[in-house]
């Protein structure tokens, strides 16, 4: 049976560029402690947390990878609901500002099965892919 209702259009998060400008310099020093810094003076900038997740993740310290990774994955569902997005449709990898939830979704999914979530690595997992099968792509190989 063929669906006769249209895909819903995609959502594109705002840029917020004085939070990424914080985050390149965050990347310069390359610490913890300065990346925490950029998500506690941009709370809201999923980015932040999804290196903070990232980093957490790749030192083995997987709760407090699910933390972060949580927080950012949250912190992007509040911009994409403000944007417009009403619980589906397509999220782009391909837009920067993107980028922050999913990256934030992909750890959390990572983490999760760390921990012995299963259950909610596999539907994050399928969350990520159902908002752009690319983003998947992209970050499996990370």
Known sequence: MQNLLPEPPATLLPADDKAAVALAEAERVDTDEAYADVAGHFPTYSAAWA?????????????????????????GLDQLRRSGWKGHGPVPWSHEPNRGFLRSLHTL?????????????????????????????ALSSV
């Open 51 to 75: 290196t903070l997740a990232a980093r957490a993740l790749t030192e083995g310290r997987y709760v407090t990878a699910y933390a972060y990774a949580r927080t950012g994955y949250h912190r």
């Open 109 to 137: 999914s990572r983490a999760a099965d760390e921990i012995g979530e299963s259950d909610e690595a596999a539907r994050c997992a399928q969350f990520l892919r159902d908002c752009d099968p690319a983003a998947g792509d």
